[in-house]
């Protein structure tokens, strides 16, 4: 017996007991409650009746590196993981919001380079900066960006490296990472990406 059909059983013994209750008992205190139990009783039969949806974690996607052949394919699995796995959407928003808690993504693929975007995922604490926006008023974001190469999120080299290639493609930008470049299985893995060495005036100006 599952656990639905149980608690239907008991509603129904609740509305038969209020039944009861108002056909056999004149006194009006048990009377009121027998009404409340009937009630109640049909509002949780109601509820009950609602197809349950089982509360899933979002499925992880798989990255097959032999289904990799173009960097559009790569940016199709990073727009994926950056929806599922990666968690990016949890704080971040792709278009402008007030309740956003992380900056803006929008647009960001053709203001950062690839090799910032990626010290920014890896090492998002290497740069502080109270407000990412360049218009309206300073705004403080509340959230504090992970490292999402490491626990709770992990993503490989390869599913970062994917996530910045939909960065860079949802910005209209050409996409500057080859399939060639990702970690086959068995083999070597390839250096990681490093930010290019800028100056400090043109970080903030990226930003």
């Known amino acids: 017996m599952s656990e639905v059909v149980r608690l239907q059983l008991i509603c129904l013994s609740v509305i038969g007991c209020g039944i009861l209750i108002l056909l056999f008992i004149k006194s009006v205190f ?3 409650i027998g009404f409340v139990a009937i009630v109640l009783g049909l509002f949780m039969l109601t509820a009950l009746a609602v197809p349950q949806m089982a509360s899933l974690p979002p499925v992880e996607e798989k990255f097959d590196i032999a289904t990799v052949k173009t960097p559009t394919d790569l940016a199709a699995i990073g727009q994926k993981i950056f929806f599922s796995k990666g968690q990016c959407a949890l ?8 309740s956003a808690r ?4 929008k647009g960001i693929g053709a203001k950062l380079t690839r090799e910032f975007l990626y010290e920014s ?21 509340p959230a504090e960006m992970p490292a999402i190469n490491k626990n709770p999120i992990g993503l490989s080299r390869n599913e970062i490296l994917s996530v910045i290639a939909f960065l860079q493609q949802m910005s ?8 060639s ?11 990681p990406v490093k930010a290019a060495q800028s100056s400090p005036m ?6």
Not at 202 to 207: G, M, P, R
């Open 30 to 32: 048990p009377r009121v």
């Open 202 to 207: 043109a970080v903030a100006q990226a930003h």
């Open 172 to 179: 209209g930008e050409p996409i500057s990472i080859n399939p």
């Open 121 to 141: 995922l890896t090492q998002p604490q290497a740069y502080i900066y109270k407000d990412y926006r360049h218009e309206g008023l300073p705004k403080m974001y």
């Open 102 to 105: 992380c900056p803006d993504l």
């Open 181 to 191: 470049e990702l970690d086959v299985p068995g083999q070597a893995p390839a250096a």
């Open 91 to 98: 704080c971040h928003t792709i278009g402008p919001s007030e």
